[in-house]
């Protein structure tokens, strides 16, 4: 007897992006975790894409911010605001039958972060909410046999968390997770440019950056790209040409953070599972994995096989989505009702 309604949902709350799928239907939404608000009556004015768009173009008199940061809920109200209107586009304006809702968290997260995260969600309109930790669903989203006896290591890239696993019989064994994924990539690029060429980006440039040219291993053939930003000295625009491997050298320090934690994983990982794991490969999800020749730089520092899931991007929601229809099969170790404090049997 199914006993979640076709209403039910699980969401991907990420820091750049919010992901939704709904039973039965998969998903349904892809927005951008961006809200825009109005700073003297405090209206929220626009959600997702809308809002993006107004990232550093705004008035004095309106806000464009991700209420998310680092993986974690920083404005609780506003994140509230936003779920709810997730929650009535994907379902209708009419919440009189709330939803259950199945929410990713990074594994790093505090009680704290996880209670907020709780809150919110039931603010929004959720009858009753579980967590289930991001590298567990980008697991499950990206294919993995998470309950076969052998070891699988996942490495999930996100907008604010870099998260890393070692499952085995369906649950995690070893997890890691650091404050540096796709957001510090772009932080490493305005720092660079402001170092380097003397000009200052917005964040949506130096995305579109890492988007086109990005690259953390050389590339056969060296990309170009014309970037304008503000001279830092005169204060006019600036038109500098940026070229690939030039990014190599900004990425540099994140890297070096994503890697520390992949090693320091590695070395808590019990010998037979790592075995396994020198076999199977890390799996790679989230949108910090499409960078170019990641693959290949972790496959060189790891000594272990590394490849980029397909669907990367949608790896955590559809993991998210496959416990929700299958709560029973991810019972033991995954999905976790924060209610009970323990791990779900049945709502």
């Known amino acids: 007897m199914a006993m979640f309604e076709f209403n ?7 820091t750049a992006n919010v992901l939704v799928y709904v039973k039965g239907k998969g998903i349904v939404l892809r927005e951008p975790s961006v809200v825009a608000i109005d700073r003297i009556t405090g209206e929220l004015l626009a959600v997702g894409e809308d809002a993006k768009i107004m990232l550093g173009r705004t008035p004095g008199n309106i806000i ?5 940061r680092d993986g974690v809920i920083s404005n609780f109200h506003d994140t509230e605001r936003m779920l709810r209107y997730f929650l009535r586009k994907v379902i209708g304006r009419k919440l009189f039958f709330k939803p259950r809702v199945v929410v990713c968290v990074p594994s790093g997260v505090t009680e704290v972060e996880k209670r907020s995260v709780i809150d919110a969600t039931e603010e929004a309109g959720a009858r009753h909410t579980c967590l289930i930790e991001e590298p567990i669903a980008a697991a499950i989203g990206a294919g993995l046999d998470i309950s076969s006896p052998y070891g699988n290591m996942v490495l999930d890239i996100g907008g604010g968390t870099s998260d890393i696993a070692v499952l085995s019989m369906g649950g995690a064994v070893i997890t890691g997770s650091v404050k540096c994924a796709g957001d510090k990539f772009n932080e490493a690029i305005i720092k660079y440019m402001k170092k380097k060429h003397n000009v200052l980006l917005g964040e949506r440039t130096a ?8 690259t953390a291993y050389p590339r056969k053939e060296e990309l170009y790209m ?4 503000r001279n830092i000295i005169s204060g006019m625009p600036k038109t500098v040409t940026l070229s690939s491997n030039e990014t190599i050298e900004a990425f540099e320090e994140p890297l070096n953070i994503i890697l520390d934690a992949i090693h320091s994983v590695l070395e808590q990982t019990p010998p037979e599972l790592a075995s396994d794991i020198a076999e199977n490969g890390i799996c790679m999800t989230g949108g910090g994995s499409l960078l170019y020749g990641l693959d290949r730089l972790l496959t060189e520092k790891t000594h272990a096989p ?8 949608s790896c955590v929601a559809i993991g ?6 299958d709560l029973e099969l991810y019972s033991s170790g995954a999905v976790y009702d924060y209610r009970r404090g323990d791990y779900y049997q049945r709502f």
């Open 306 to 313: 590394c490849y980029v899931a397909e669907d990367a991007l």
């Open 226 to 229: 014309e970037v304008t930003g």
């Open 207 to 214: 995305e579109e950056i890492k988007i086109n040219i990005g």
């Open 8 to 14: 039910d949902v699980g969401i991907d709350l990420g």
């Open 64 to 68: 464009a911010v991700h209420p998310l």
């Open 320 to 325: 998210t989505g496959k416990a929700l229809e």
